[in-house]
T-cell receptor
Framework: NAGVTQTPKFQVLKTGQSMTLQCAQD?????MSWYRQDPGMGLRLIHY???????DQGEVPNGYNVSRSTTEDFPLRLLSAAPSQTSVYFC????????????FGQGTRLTVV | KQEVTQIPAALSVPEGENLVLNCSFT??????LQWFRQDPGKGLTSLLL?????REQTSGRLNASLDKSSGRSTLYIAASQPGDSATYLC?????????????FGRGTQLTVWP
């Protein structure tokens, strides 16, 4: 049982480049979300999805896009990378957004230079 | 807005001690509270999930309690070991907020030395 899988684990981008962070879960969870973790800021919600075809913004959505075409996958796209997007990104999933246990991926450490 | 606070921010103890990590939250209207462990450079590992109707959960040497009325949770670690060294995060899922949104504390960094 793989749980939540994120790729890549590390990435260095130049300012202005775009990329997609991949997230896949094999637990048939309805709810998936993306967080970023920054020193002194804790984890902040970027985008979330309550099912295939349904996404919405979280606390810090600017500069990021998401889509959810399948239950399993929830990619996060950086449109034009900026140094302020240097962070560790975590994908999470749960069976029920309200009461379900959340499971996290191992994270993607992104550096924008 | 829900705010989650964890005290202390850091804790260093000798092996074998029993210890308590604290988590407080400002709005008692929650679905659940979850404790996570994070090792350096790694993801978050779920330790315990307490539903709003529950008072405590236990897993091995870990026991988490929840007092919604006072907005507090504690994580009790018995007979601590060097392998327990990690950052411990608590998170709440508030009612009436963005579906599934978790609000995190900033964590307690625990070091257990031999």
């Amino acid at each position: 049982n793989a749980g939540v899988t994120q790729t890549p684990k590390f990435q260095v981008l130049k300012t202005g480049q775009s990329m997609t962070l991949q997230c896949a879960q094999d637990m048939n969870h309805e709810y998936m979300s993306w967080y970023r973790q920054d020193p002194g800021m804790g984890l902040r919600l970027i985008h979330y999805s309550v099912g295939a075809g349904i996404t919405d913004q979280g606390e810090v959505p600017n500069g990021y896009n998401v889509s959810r075409s399948t239950t399993e996958d929830f990619p996060l796209r950086l449109l034009s990378a900026a140094p302020s997007q240097t962070s560790v990104y975590f994908c999470a999933s749960s069976y029920s957004g309200r009461a379900g246990e959340a499971f996290f991926g191992q994270g993607t450490r992104l550096t924008v230079v | 807005k829900q705010e989650v606070t964890q005290i202390p921010a850091a804790l260093s103890v000798p092996e074998g001690e029993n210890l308590v990590l604290n988590c407080s939250f400002t709005d008692s209207a929650i679905y659940n509270l979850q404790w996570f462990r994070q090792d350096p450079g790694k993801g978050l590992t779920s330790l315990l999930l307490i539903q709003s109707s529950q008072r405590e959960q236990t897993s091995g040497r870990l026991n988490a309690s929840l007092d919604k009325s006072s907005g507090r949770s504690t994580l009790y670690i018995a007979a601590s070991q060097p392998g327990d060294s990690a950052t411990y995060l608590c998170a709440v899922a508030p009612r009436g907020s963005t579906l599934g949104r978790l609000y995190f504390g900033r964590g307690t960094q625990l070091t257990v030395w031999p």
